[in-house]
């Protein structure tokens, strides 16, 4: 299996969750590229952004690790090759 460049977007409902969605990234930080996040503090909502590199399974496993909590939502797309 190959390698494979992509992007994770993580919606944040519930603030309280930040220390392990931080925690979850930082456990995976060898496939993260690059992070972005935005806070919206007006809206209920927080936005963080992930360029990754790697294993399709490996990006899959933290991208269901995050959606798996409660009050965060997680979405990952993948170049095909």
Request: charged share 25%.
């Given at each position: 299996?190959?390698?494979?460049?992509?992007?994770?977007?993580?919606?944040?409902?519930?603030r309280?969750?930040?220390?392990?969605?931080n925690?979850?990234?930082?456990e995976?930080?060898?496939?993260?590229?690059?992070?972005?996040g935005?806070?919206?503090?007006q809206?209920?909502?927080?936005?963080?952004?992930l360029i990754?590199e790697g294993?399709?399974?490996?990006?899959?496993?933290?991208?269901?690790?995050?959606?798996r909590?409660?009050?965060?939502?997680?979405?990952?797309?993948?170049?095909?090759?």
């Amino acid at each position: 299996m190959e390698k494979r460049i992509g992007t994770i977007t993580i919606l944040v409902l519930d603030r309280s969750r930040s220390a392990e969605i931080n925690q979850i990234i930082s456990e995976f930080s060898d496939i993260v590229l690059c992070r972005q996040g935005l806070p919206f503090h007006q809206r209920p909502v927080a936005v963080i952004s992930l360029i990754v590199e790697g294993l399709p399974d490996r990006i899959n496993a933290l991208t269901g690790r995050l959606g798996r909590l409660q009050g965060v939502e997680s979405k990952a797309v993948l170049t095909k090759q």
